[in-house]
C-alpha cells in the first residue's frame, strides 16, 4: 500500500475513505456528508483531489488481497494501524475522526468494517475520552 506524507491531506482523507468504503460501497450520501460538512476543506484537501486518494486507496486494497472485492474492501488491522500511523497531529485526528463517524452515521447503520475503522482509529490515538465527553460534531475542532 502506498504512503504518504505524516499529517498530509491525502494521508487524512485516504481514512475518511476507507470508512466510505467498509461497507463495501460508497454512497452521494456520504459524498453528500462530506460535502456538507466541508470534509475537504477542514482535511486541507482540493475537492477534486478526493476521487484520486479514493481511486488510489481502492487500487491499494485491490493489490493488497484476493481480487475478491467483498473481502478487499474491509482492510486488516495492520494496514488500518499504518494507514492511521501517518496522521499524529491531535488536532487533525478529531477532524478525521468526526468526518468518519458522520460518514459511517449517514446511513443510520454503522456496518462492521466501518466499526472496525472506528474502532482502531478511537484506540490508536487514544481518543476514547474523547468520544465519551462531546457528541459527534464535525465542525469543531
Known amino acids: 500500500m502506498r504512503s504518504y506524507d505524516l499529517d498530509s491531506p491525502k494521508a487524512a482523507a485516504r481514512i475518511v475513505a476507507l470508512t ?18 466541508g470534509g475537504c476543506e477542514r482535511l486541507g ?20 488481497r484476493s ?17 492511521l500511523g501517518e496522521v499524529g497531529d491531535p488536532d487533525l485526528r ?14 443510520h447503520r454503522v456496518s462492521d468494517g466501518e466499526a472496525l475503522v472506528l474502532m482502531h ?3 490508536q490515538w487514544g481518543l476514547q475520552a474523547r468520544m465519551l465527553a462531546a457528541p459527534n460534531d464535525p465542525t469543531a475542532g
Request: hydrophobic share 45%; proline share 3%; with cysteine.
Open 45 to 64: 484537501l482540493e475537492p477534486d483531489d478526493l476521487q484520486d486518494v479514493l481511486l488510489a486507496l481502492c487500487e491499494d486494497l485491490l493489490h493488497g
Open 20 to 37: 466510505m468504503l467498509a461497507d463495501g460501497h460508497i454512497s452521494q450520501a456520504e459524498l453528500d456528508v462530506l460535502q456538507r460538512h
Open 94 to 107: 478529531e477532524r478525521v475522526l468526526a468526518l468518519c463517524v458522520s460518514v459511517a452515521e449517514t446511513d
Open 67 to 83: 481480487l475478491s472485492w467483498a473481502d478487499t474492501c474491509c482492510a486488516d488491522p495492520l494496514s488500518i494501524a499504518r494507514l
Open 121 to 123: 482509529a478511537i484506540e
